[in-house]
């Protein structure tokens, strides 16, 4: 029976994403009727494990996660020196001579400071303030007699140079550089996967037909593949599958032209493994269309789109929440900057007075660190957080077991997913797939990845907004009169399409119907739109020219239409309308613009699914557009899990990794019959 053996050398526990990630992918292949393979950190402990584990590899893929004893050893003493200075610097900081040193230039103050002058302040005054200027008067006296004294300043300052370039090798050993460390832990990271991975194989002896999968790796630990490969020569009986899931460019695809040179290094890995590969089969993967894109910029070797494998036990309907229970708003994960775990003591906050403190909203924040010490921004946002009551706000401090983090996803009602606008464009989110097989309304920023899955069906509930309520007024973009800023003249097309380029806004004029309730806009991207968004302006005047309301997002991305709804404020007259590229001064044609006014009789729902921001301040409007609607938020993330979850699971995922082995050998491709083979339809 052919194996399928999983490598992912950050499990070092049974719970988290990695070790989940695994479980997932590991049982579909059982049940296919492989014989499932693990291959962990050597801080795993494998008893519990259902299958057949070996705790073999030295450093995971976060080389902090996982460093060797010895290094954990030396920084936690070294934690431990910093502490221990700094306690005797507060202490010396207040003491009198502390005193005496912060207030060496007003001896009056010191005086103040110490409340009953004794001899030793006397003396410490006298030494503080008399004898140093008396010295320094005397030395400066000296120094003034001394002849020739810029040739001695030119020696001094040319020994010193000299002394500096002597010790430099001494002092990057013992002070080295954050890139030299870096620099550093890949080689042994690189030299290390390598053995690791020979000693793994050394006791599962590879066949005919085996599968090895690794999930999560870099260039380093794929070069130290390759060391293993010239060592076996079984390493050509499997077919070997690598996912890469960091982004490699930074920003969306207009900008990243600018950065093809930096990425030469890691162009020229890529070539070298795959030149150096003496028959292996090697297959590269990443788990977005828009990663896949990135890697394939190289030009090195041709990277395929996995599915993200999440769990049948994701896709258990939940009841709703009885209406006198408060809605639960979570944030899940480790509690990090990136995930924009400091916006949420503002959002609790904002929140506060009409919801929290009424009983309608509480919050579960998952805040473990993802360091010992934890990031400074997550350490004082937690520290916030803990002063709100904990029936309100309740703080899991430490990591979730498998059941405990699926619970918390299933029993949320809104899932927060803050994460970075620009590292995660094309980077995936573990936690949004998890949220949305579980059919939860999401929270997430314009411009990322999680934003370009939402907006096609975003636009397809506007579309029936459209065709269900009253359209008091239409206005198609070739009717209206666009200009830039301090320009005189106006820009009208025929067919309605406009090319956004630079820094300068496209705006133009808009009369508010009297009985208008929301604003409807849609387009389309024509060209090259994919990483290209949109930034719409729209700001709301009363007849006294005074703004009421401002709105400011960003769409697109795709080839599909972007649409945008806001509400109209009772006393707004007109509206101002500005359309710019948001992220590249590249030109960007918009075509088949138009907007509808639109008069509804009740309080309408302004998205679907969840809710996109383009900016943290509008987190807790995004919060209260949910909470205030959470019946229709629900029913449409009901809805778009279902074909979520026809593509993201992990049958889906191990049925591409076979059909692609298949496809490199000509053969015909397999669909796998299996138990939640409905998820495949």
């Known amino acids: 029976m052919s194996r399928f053996i999983l490598i992912d050398q950050s499990i070092i526990d049974l719970s988290g994403h990695h070790y989940e990630y695994a479980v997932r992918v590991l049982s579909a292949a059982e049940r296919a009727g492989y014989t499932p393979v693990l291959a962990t950190n050597r801080r795993f402990k494998p008893l519990l494990a259902p299958w057949r584990v070996y705790p073999v590899y030295r450093y995971g893929f976060w080389f902090r996660l996982t460093e060797p004893r010895l290094s954990r050893v030396l920084r936690a003493w070294l934690t431990s020196l910093r502490q221990l200075s700094l306690r005797l610097k507060y202490e010396l900081i207040f003491s009198p001579l502390g005193l005496l040193w912060v207030n060496r230039h007003a001896p009056v103050e010191f005086l103040k400071l110490v409340q009953a002058p004794s001899l030793f302040s006397l003396l410490l005054l006298a030494l503080g303030f008399y004898w140093p200027k008396v010295l320094g008067a005397g030395f400066r006296l000296l120094w003034a007699a001394v002849p020739f004294r810029s040739y001695i300043k030119g020696l001094y300052a040319g020994l010193v140079q000299f002394l500096k370039a002597l010790l430099r090798p001494f002092i990057l050993v013992l002070r080295p550089s954050e890139d030299v460390l ?22 599962v002896h590879l066949r005919e037909g085996d599968v090895v999968f690794i999930p999560t790796l870099d260039e380093a630990e794929m070069l130290g593949l390759l060391n293993y490969f010239r060592r076996d020569p079984r390493s050509k009986l499997a077919s070997w599958h690598l996912l890469f899931r960091r982004n490699i460019y930074s920003g969306r695809d207009p900008e990243y032209s600018t950065q093809d040179e930096s990425l030469r290094p890691l162009r020229n890995a890529f070539r070298y493994f795959q030149q150096q590969l003496a028959g292996q089969d090697v297959h590269f993967y990443t788990d977005t269309k828009q990663l896949t894109a990135q890697y394939n910029r190289l030009g090195s070797v041709i990277f395929h789109t996995l599915p993200i494998p999440v769990g049948e036990d994701y896709s258990v309907p939940s009841s709703p929440q009885d209406g006198h229970v408060p809605l639960c708003i979570a944030y899940v994960g480790d509690a990090r900057s990136e995930k924009g775990y400091h916006f949420l003591p503002h959002i609790v906050q904002d929140l506060w007075d009409n919801y929290m403190a009424l009983g309608r909203v509480r919050f579960v924040i998952q805040s473990n660190y993802n360091s010992p010490q934890g990031e400074p921004a997550a350490v004082v946002a937690r520290a916030q957080l803990q002063s709100f009551p904990c029936d309100k706000v309740n703080l899991i401090l430490n990591p979730l077991s498998t059941e405990a983090y699926r619970d918390l996803v299933l029993g949320s009602d809104v899932i927060l997913i803050l994460y970075d606008r620009d590292n995660y ?38 579309e029936q907004v459209r065709q269900t309520e009253t359209i008091v007024r239409t206005r198609l973009g070739q009717h209206l009169r666009w200009c830039r800023p301090g320009a005189t003249e106006t820009i009208t097309t025929e067919d309605g399409s406009l090319v956004l380029s630079g820094e300068a806004i496209l705006f133009c004029w808009l009369a508010a119907p009297t009985s208008a309730t929301h604003l409807l806009l849609t387009f389309r991207q024509r060209g090259e739109p994919l990483g290209h968004f949109t930034q719409i302006s729209i700001e709301q005047l009363d007849r006294s020219g005074d703004s009421v309301a401002q709105k400011m997002a960003v769409v697109g991305g795709g080839t599909y239409p972007s649409s945008l709804m806001v509400s109209l404020e009772p006393q707004a007259w007109r509206i101002k309308l500005g359309l710019r590229n948001a992220f590249s001064l590249n030109p960007l044609e918009i075509c088949d613009l138009r907007v509808d006014f639109l008069s509804v009789g009740y309080d309408l729902p302004l998205s679907a699914i969840g809710v996109v921001y383009s900016d943290p301040e509008e987190i807790s409007k995004c919060c209260r557009e949910i909470v205030d609607h959470v019946a229709h938020y629900r029913a449409w993330a009901k809805m778009f899990s279902e074909k979520w979850a026809a593509y993201h699971n992990p049958v889906c995922l191990l049925e591409h990794l076979v059909n692609y082995t298949r496809e490199t050998k000509q053969t015909a491709p397999v669909s796998l019959s299996l138990p939640n083979q409905l998820f495949l339809q």
């Open 182 to 203: 870096r620099w550093l832990a890949k080689q042994r990271k690189k030299q290390a996967f390598g053995e690791d991975t020979l000693r793994l194989f050394r006791q």
């Open 425 to 462: 464009y094309a980077r995936s989110s573990g936690i949004f797939a998890e949220a949305l097989v579980a059919g939860k309304p999401v929270v997430v920023p314009a411009g990322t990845w999680m934003a370009l899955q939402l907006e096609p069906f975003i636009y397809q509930y506007h």
